[in-house]
């Protein structure tokens, strides 16, 4: 991998790319125009690089955040990394890998009106984090998993979770993959179900290539109203 911005570096390990967590860092992979996932996954965009990257972030987080549909689509499996699930329903394969296997403990976030018995069946694999009372409040979650010495997430979707978390305000970096493909169809975007007339300013902190696949570090800034516009 070689560093195009901010200073020319051929080689660069992605370690020192991004070995400076903020407090909450998204990590999402696009094609050229603008599709997240192929047949409903996104590791259909991705290549080695790519994972390196998916690797190096893993490695610099605390916890890695991510919703239900998320870990369904893309069959997550155990991780060293602790992995924080988010569910309102509390309803997930409590016989999965994910749950069954050695690795970190799971965390589910859920809230006070999920069902008691999948609460309990929760319990029983994973901590359960109770952050809301009919929708997941994730300013709420971020500080209690901060609280619990989590002071660097990593969330990696999908798309709603994305867009919950810009809503909220809580996203301070975009590492954003660009993967050298057209892919049509009507797959969602990176981010879906943020009010549409708020926008943030993204400042690039860095730019990699190789093999054709961008890398980009982007911090995220402050909130614009677009209805603010001339």
Not at 45 to 60: I, K, S
Not at 119 to 125: F, I, K, L, N, T
Not at 147 to 175: K, M, Y
Request: aromatic residues 4%.
């Amino acid at each position: 991998m070689r560093q195009l911005f901010p200073a020319y570096l051929d080689p660069v390990q992605p370690a020192e790319v991004y070995a400076d967590p903020p407090a909450v860092r998204v990590n999402m992979i696009s094609s050229a125009d603008g599709a997240a996932s192929v047949d409903g996954r996104s590791g259909g965009l991705g290549g080695p690089a790519d994972r390196e990257v998916f690797h190096a972030l893993r490695a610099a987080a605390d916890v890695v955040l991510v919703g239900a549909g998320t870990v369904r689509d893309e069959g997550y499996g155990p991780s060293k990394t602790v992995l924080a699930i988010v569910s309102r329903s509390c309803h997930l394969d409590w016989g999965a890998p994910l749950f069954t296997r050695p690795g970190a403990r799971p965390i589910v976030i859920t809230v006070a009106t999920a069902p008691e018995s999948e609460r309990a069946r929760a319990r029983e694999v994973a901590d359960v984090l109770m952050a809301g009372e009919d929708t997941v409040d994730l300013r709420q979650a971020v500080g209690e998993l901060t609280a619990r010495g989590h002071h660097h997430v990593l969330a990696e979707g999908g798309a709603t979770l994305n867009g919950a978390l810009l809503a909220a305000g809580l996203i301070d970096e975009l590492c954003l993959t660009l993967s050298p493909h057209l892919v049509g169809g009507a797959s969602r975007r990176i981010v879906a179900g943020a009010p549409s007339e708020v926008s943030r300013d993204l400042v690039l902190r860095s730019a990699c290539e190789e093999d054709s696949f961008l890398f980009l570090r982007y911090a995220v800034g402050s909130s614009n109203d677009s209805r603010k516009g001339g």
